[in-house]
């Protein structure tokens, strides 16, 4: 009998002390929590894609709880969330002006011809590195590190090597625009429709050489419309769009732009559902 | 349309595949030793082994929708290293199991070449040892011209490998005849009893002098497993603990073939200078250990294991950065 | 005899015998040149000539516009076309300045010897900033920012680099072989401006010609200390050059003035001499032309000379021509144009034909440990390369890839064709961007 109660004895006696002893550490070395920073990280996105300046989301409700980041500030949530959060931290938020990111180079395979043939590793900032296969070193290098890096998935590889966007799931987070080694892809308002495709600052002599669609700076945009809404920096024309309410003021310049360098947002692949 | 490439836009003749194939050549003269002890029935063990390596690379591959590279070598070092570490009398099926288990879960299921953690052949050994001990460890046959034991007058006696005497507590006369010069003699060519491929120190000797010369393997793992197992077995014989000279220790039993093949594995042994030696000094500690005291009358294949797993350990030791 | 070497290292195939033997050959300039704003590390130079003007063999056409700028001198007599968006051997286009050749004008540079002993030494840093001198080994660093030492640093060793560890190129051991004397006389002005307290002429054993040809000049100037270095890639690298003569090493993130020493390559060292004792600009460079090319060459070439018109005058290439390389097999940058010009840092133009250019086809890592064994940053590229893999840019820093001189010696070593350097640079420009 002996030989069952001493382990008996003993193994509950060790058990007594650590429950003790954790109930003890427990109450002295507690954490307290901000309940909002909880409740807030559950309505989060939680995909840590880091375009509110955070670097996660976890971060990112801490900031908020805190007031460092402003309630609407999760891009990746929208309108959605930050009406949660707003509710969360009790305050009022006015939500509006949805955006997307739109990518702004139209040399695909058959408009901009490649001109060298790479053997090396498959990712754009590699090949950007080394110049780019492509004879335009402003545009699209067709490898798709903004499709891997995408937390959306919402960036998909066109047919003829040239990526869109699936706006149905872009929530205008921004990765792409810091992936993106020749800076393509820009965030707008979802009220645009109109925009330029290209990012080209070559000369007219290139450019002609290199793509069929690329600006060719010829400026005629900049004529047709009005109130210094496109500008030409160099050779390359640029559409501000804090000047513009109604996107129908950039029609002129769809219209008459020789290259067909203006294009729909709606009219692109990836926007069909929305 | 001019090339792309990134520099340096030449290589050295070095390539995967002339360091597999380079491997399995230096495999081939320690196989036609076995076929030449053991007759033809390790010929066909062998063969088996590779094809059921090969093959189950190949349906991995196929299945997970990699690219197929069964046949860059390195599944088919991994087949003969498997038959070399059986005895020859074992069923066909022990081979076929040995290499599917190596392949598939040590290999594959780590991530495919380059990335498994342990030696795909030894962790296939131990597999079968834990699996079919009396199989792996108890189903010795003499080879032709031989005796099992290599000592002609015991052969009646006992039905043990040289290896296994040992563990028997063996006495005195025992002990002479395993300490004599034709024993070692015996031992160096590989007359005796034992796993397919582990016999003749000779011809794996052989084969390794060509890994080293074209610097398909490491000599210092080599030289710092073989070489600490015949310093602590040297110490330990001087002190008593172990009857037997040094010289058996690492001619008897799997030394040659583990610490000439196995050990130098190249995905399994740590990548810095310091690392290996670490590495071939720890592991030869082990063996000894595992071999005077632990069950079984071998320690190499679980040195080597062992050992394997502190690789990324070791590779944390590197070399200070040039400047810093 | 000691040959100095330092750890790491590979032994590719040399195949220097292609041009060695060929003298230093003054060329024709083509009808046009393309002289590029970039031509050295820093801010590119400002033209200060307008479309339409008259140009002369080294005049300046444009002026340091900055810190770090060294102005820039016409390389033939002609009409300046204007500025052109022109393909850049580093990659890319950028603006370039086209000058159409005036055949009728020929030209020779005469200018009376000046006595070195007249300039003060800021004066002579003057003159080489104005003469728009660049390291001539490659990397293409302003002469003059290197050679103003910061008071506080003393130079001890003075190491002039005639080591040309590149596979294939032999500019620099022509210009030993042919123009040894100019050598010391250029080292004399800059040992004038460092003051060190020993001079070394650092030489590979694979040119023993150009050894025996400076041991001639020895007596005449006893300063100089030759060395004889193993045939062993990168041993022309400044920092191993560094080690294997002082056995000291350059910091991490330091400068070879940090150990007291200062590196020059030979060919600079004579740009040095031309402009200070005869005024002459950087205008002209001798540049290898080799690979599967009919009359593998050292040229006198103009800069700003268009690659294509290089390699016609070395015979054409046999075979198909794959891959055009600005510089050596192990560092060069392979060129989507062959119209790229020349400028002041092209050593050389290899030349690959089909059956020289690589077909890799990457296998993974086994860890061999070859890139381990040979790097002579002492880094573990196969450990740095998974990080990368993994994007773990952070993980790479602190295994040292910031200290990698992308040299290619791993990548020459892996037997799976892994494009290791290319690995580094990619990251290296991840860390930047984080950086910013």
Not at chain 1, 7 to 25: D, N, Q, R, V
Request: glycine letters at 10%; a negative charge.
């Amino acid at each position: 009998m002996a030989s069952i109660l001493i382990p008996i004895g003993i193994l509950g006696g060790i058990a007594l002390f650590f429950g003790i002893f954790l109930i003890f550490s427990a109450e002295r070395f507690k954490v307290t929590i901000d309940e909002r920073v909880v409740k807030i990280q559950e309505v989060l996105p939680g995909i840590d894609c880091g375009a509110c300046g955070a670097p996660g989301c976890s971060a990112f409700a801490e900031g908020v709880a805190h007031g460092e980041y402003e309630v609407d500030g999760c891009k990746a949530g929208g309108e959605e969330v930050a009406l949660q959060v707003a509710e969360i931290m009790g305050v009022v938020v006015e939500v509006g002006g949805e955006e997307v990111a739109v990518h702004r180079c139209l040399g695909d395979n058959e408009v901009a011809k490649q001109v060298a043939n790479y053997k090396g590793i498959s990712t754009c900032v590699a090949l950007h590195l080394l110049g780019g296969d492509k004879g335009c070193q402003y545009g699209c290098l067709g490898l798709g590190d903004c499709v891997e890096a995408c937390p959306f998935d919402a960036i998909d590889m066109g047919d003829k090597g040239l990526p869109y966007v699936i706006e149905e799931r872009c929530t205008a987070c921004g990765v792409c625009v810091r992936t993106c080694p020749r800076e393509l892809f820009e965030i707008i308002s979802k009220k645009h429709d109109i925009f330029l495709a290209c990012c080209s600052y070559d000369d007219v002599k290139t450019v002609k050489q290199v793509c069929s669609r690329g600006c060719i700076g010829c400026t005629l945009c900049v004529k047709v419309t009005e109130d210094e809404i496109v500008t030409m920096d160099g050779d390359l024309a640029v559409v501000h769009w804090d000047k513009i309410d109604d996107n129908k003021l950039l029609e002129p310049a769809l219209e008459k732009c020789p290259v067909n360098t203006y294009i729909k947002r709606s009219e692109l692949k990836g926007a069909e559902n929305v | 349309m001019l090339q792309l490439s990134p520099a340096p836009h030449i290589t050295s003749p070095k390539n995967i595949k002339k360091i597999m194939y380079g491997v399995v050549g230096a495999l081939i003269p320690v196989l036609m030793g076995s076929i030449y002890f053991f007759g033809w029935r390790a010929l066909f063990l062998c063969s088996l082994s590779v094809l059921s390596a090969i093959f189950t690379e190949w349906i991995f591959q196929r299945v997970t929708n990699r690219d197929i590279r069964c046949l860059d070598g390195s599944a088919i070092i991994t087949g003969i290293l498997v038959a070399f570490n059986i005895p020859v009398n074992s069923p066909w099926w022990l081979p076929v199991v040995g290499s599917f288990f190596a392949v598939f879960i040590v290999k594959q299921l780590f991530g495919g070449l380059g990335y498994n953690i342990f030696n795909p052949a030894l962790a296939g050994r131990a597999f079968l040892v834990a699996s079919w001990p009396s199989l792996m460890t108890g189903n010795w046959t003499p080879p032709i011209n031989g005796t099992l034991s290599g000592i002609p007058v015991l052969d009646g006696m006992t039905q043990a490998t040289p290896l296994s005497l040992l563990i028997m507590k063996p006495n005195l006369n025992v002990i002479q005849s395993l300490n004599s010069p034709t024993m070692i003699k015996t031992l160096f060519i590989g007359n005796t009893g034992g796993c397919i491929g582990e016999t003749s120190a000779l011809l794996l000797l052989i084969g390794a002098l060509f890994l080293f010369i074209m610097g398909y393997a490491d000599w210092r793992i080599s030289l710092s497993y073989i070489g600490s197992i015949f310093v602590i077995t040297g110490i330990f014989y001087f002190l008593g603990v172990t009857p037997v000279n040094p010289v058996f220790h690492i001619f008897s039993g799997g030394v040659m073939l583990g610490g000439l093949f196995m050990a130098t594995d190249m995905v399994t042994s740590p990548v810095t200078l310091k690392g290996r030696w670490i590495f071939g000094i720890c592991g030869g500690i082990l063996c000894v250990i595992l071999r005077l005291w632990a069950g079984y009358p071998e320690g190499v294949s679980y040195s080597i294991l062992i050992m394997n797993m502190f690789v990324p350990l070791l590779d944390r030791l590197q070399v200070r950065i040039f400047g810093r | 005899m000691q040959l100095l070497t330092f750890k790491g290292g590979v032994h590719p195939k040399y195949r220097k015998e292609l041009a060695k033997d060929s003298p230093i050959k003054k060329i024709e300039p083509p009808e046009f040149i393309y002289l590029p704003l970039t031509q050295h590390t820093g801010i590119p130079s400002k033209p200060i000539i307008e479309k339409k003007d008259e140009v002369e063999v080294g005049m300046k056409i444009a002026e340091s516009n900055g810190k770090l700028s060294v102005p820039l001198h016409s390389s033939v007599a002609g009409v300046y076309m204007g500025l052109v968006n022109w393909p850049h051997p580093l990659g890319g286009r950028k603006e370039a300045m086209k000058i159409k050749l005036d055949p009728q004008r020929t030209f020779e540079w005469k200018e009376e010897e000046r006595d070195v002993d007249l300039f003060s030494e800021d004066q002579i840093i003057e003159i080489v900033k104005e003469a728009g001198i660049v390291g001539m080994g490659g990397a293409a660093f302003p002469t003059y920012f290197k050679m103003k030492v910061p008071p506080d640093k003393k130079i001890k060793d003075l190491i002039i680099n005639g080591a040309e560890c590149e596979p294939y190129l032999t500019a620099d051991h022509r210009l030993i072989l042919e123009r040894a004397e100019d050598i010391f006389k250029g080292v004399e002005i800059l040992k004038r401006v460092l003051n060190p307290e020993r001079v070394w002429i650092a030489i590979e054993d694979n040119k023993m010609d150009a050894i025996d040809r400076i041991k001639e000049f020895s007596s005449s100037y006893p300063w100089a200390n030759i060395t004889i270095h193993e045939t062993k890639y990168p041993q022309g690298s400044e920092k191993q050059l560094i080690q294997s003569i002082t056995g000291k090493e350059v910091p991490e993130g330091g400068l070879p003035f940090d150990v007291g020493a200062y590196v020059q390559n030979v060919g600079t060292v004579i740009a040095i001499y031309e402009a200070v004792c005869y005024s002459k600009p950087l205008y002209e460079r001798v540049v290898t032309v080799t690979g599967p090319v009919r009359d593998p060459s050292n040229f006198l070439v103009p800069i700003g000379t268009p690659f294509e018109y290089l390699i016609e005058a070395s015979g054409g290439v046999f075979g198909g021509t794959m891959q055009i390389i600005n510089g050596g097999p192990m560092m060069g940058i392979a060129q989507v144009y062959p119209e790229v010009p020349v400028i002041k840092g092209t050593t050389g133009i290899l030349v690959q034909n089909e059956k020289e250019t690589l077909e890799r086809e990457v296998s993974p890592c086994i860890r061999c440990a070859s890139c381990v064994d040979v790097c002579p940053m002492y880094l573990m590229p196969t450990e740095i390369y998974k990080f990368i893999e993994l994007e773990d840019f952070e993980k790479a820093k602190e295994l040292g890839v910031l200290s990698c001189m992308e040299c290619g010696g791993c990548g020459y070593v892996c037997p799976s064709y892994i494009p290791l350097p290319q690995h580094f640079k990619y990251a290296k420009a991840e860390l930047m961007k984080e950086k910013k």
